[in-house]
């Protein structure tokens, strides 16, 4: 026999008990259907989070001083560091070609006191953070815009106001008369001591959080007031500094370079490796359910085939009398088997990819209604996961046929034509 006529034959067997193929290859449409719709959503979630982070900039690193553990950063306690992120190293990280720019920011602890006050009502005071301005934005949440005037102050003496911060100071006017207009922050240590800083309104932001943005300068000049300690600046340095190299090696580079000065460091693309490692458990642990969902339809493609020999004990002597081999028989009952299962994996696959599309559409519009700015395909099925479903479904057929196969093609013929 040759190839084609075991192709052929093995059709026409399949075809003539349809109901029961069907059944059969159910089993394997759908563990292959589990795989494909849990496998893709691993895929499609990490390939989405893989495009945020693209689009923030895997070449940001972020710079933190190395803080003395005896003495952390409170309230009460100015910060004391063993490394120092001072303006001459902020100057030289800016001199080197291979950083396109560098942003000291400096973090006012949220525990310090803070009141915000609109002069000419003693009504309006709300109590504020500072926005430390990191400068990554998170790329799960909308980046806030300018709803008037600027995003972030650029001179000493501006102050930036949220939209939120507005609405409980109770000012529901138009937010661009309120461009220009002095403002204070007032500062109070738990001994009663006061301190009033004067600004100028620049920019209100639409992020809603009670914050508000001043320069690098007028947050040390806050910080050096509350600990009463003049060269804050000199002794402490900056609390961070955000380092955008030229190019993703470039930051590896420095990366290694920073930590080895003892300078504690942070870049986009260390958390996207671990989210990385952290989806290679999970797409094994969502494939192991449908790898259960096969090992059930190997069971049943292997039963199936074991009652054909029964039922065609006969046709199978048949054919040994007009010269088929043991390997010929071996080799269709393997090739009826795969088939099945190709079916089976042919119509999971299938039917993943429809669920999945299905799925994604009922995702983005909850993230929308939510206000995510995530956009993408959360169930995506690479060319390696087609591969994969259908050559699987394949190999569980062939699997499953090895033992049937073996046990027709050692009947002996003169008794299988005399079976009834």
């Given amino acids: 026999m040759t190839f084609g006529d075991i192709l052929r034959t093995a059709w026409s067997n399949l075809t003539r008990r349809k109901v029961r193929t069907s059944l059969t290859s159910l089993g394997v449409t759908v563990g292959i259907f589990t795989i494909v719709v849990m496998l893709s959503l691993g895929v499609g979630v990490q390939r989405v989070i893989q495009q945020q982070f693209d689009a923030i900039g895997l070449e940001n690193v972020v710079v933190q ?11 009460y306690v100015r910060p004391e560091r063993e490394v120092v992120i001072s303006p001459a190293k902020i100057a030289e990280w800016q001199q080197r070609p291979d950083i396109v720019s560098v942003t000291p ?4 602890n949220e525990s310090i006191s803070k009141r915000l006050v609109l002069p ?3 009504t309006a005071t709300i109590a504020v953070g500072v926005d430390p ?5 998170n790329p799960f949440e909308t980046p806030p815009t300018a709803l008037a005037g600027v995003l972030r102050p650029t001179k000493d003496g501006e102050i930036v106001i949220s939209q939120r911060a507005l609405r409980r100071l109770g000012l529901t006017a138009e937010v661009n008369n309120l461009i220009g207009q002095e403002v204070q922050l007032v500062m109070e240590t738990p001994r009663g001591e006061s301190q009033t800083f004067d600004y100028t309104l620049v920019g209100v932001s639409s992020a809603d959080n009670n914050l508000v943005a001043l320069t690098p300068n007028d947050s040390i ?3 050096a007031w509350w600990f009463n300690e003049p060269d804050l600046l000199a002794t ?7 380092i955008r190299a030229k190019d993703l090696n470039v ?4 990366t290694n370079e920073l930590r080895a000065e003892r300078f504690r460091v942070q870049s986009v693309e260390t958390v996207l490796e671990l989210a990385s490692k952290i989806f290679l458990v999970i797409n094994i642990m969502l494939g192991s359910v449908g790898g259960l969902a096969l090992f059930v339809a190997t069971i049943g493609i292997m039963n199936t085939m074991i009652m054909a020999i029964y039922e065609r004990t006969r046709e199978i002597g048949t054919l040994k009398a007009i010269g088929a081999s043991r390997g010929n028989i071996r080799t269709l009952f393997m090739t009826e088997a795969g088939m099945i299962g190709f079916f089976g994996g042919v119509v999971g696959l299938l039917g993943g990819w429809g669920t999945g599309r299905v799925l994604n559409r009922f995702a983005l519009a909850y993230l929308e209604q939510e206000q995510v700015p995530i956009r993408g395909d959360f169930f995506y099925i690479p060319p390696w996961l087609i591969a994969l479903a259908l050559g699987f479904g394949l190999v569980v057929g ?11 093609a050692r009947l002996d013929p003169i008794k299988a034509l005399r079976h009834e």
């Fill in 133 to 137: 301005g990191v400068g990554i934005n």
């Fill in 221 to 223: 000049a806050l910080k």
């Fill in 105 to 108: 920011i400096v973090d006012v």
């Fill in 236 to 242: 402490e340095g900056y609390d961070y500094a955000l």
């Fill in 65 to 75: 001083p190395r803080d003395a553990e005896r003495n952390p950063y409170t309230r």
């Fill in 251 to 254: 930051a590896r580079q420095l």
């Fill in 120 to 122: 000419g009502d003693a």
């Fill in 398 to 408: 062939i699997i499953a046929g090895l033992y049937p196969a073996a046990r027709a």
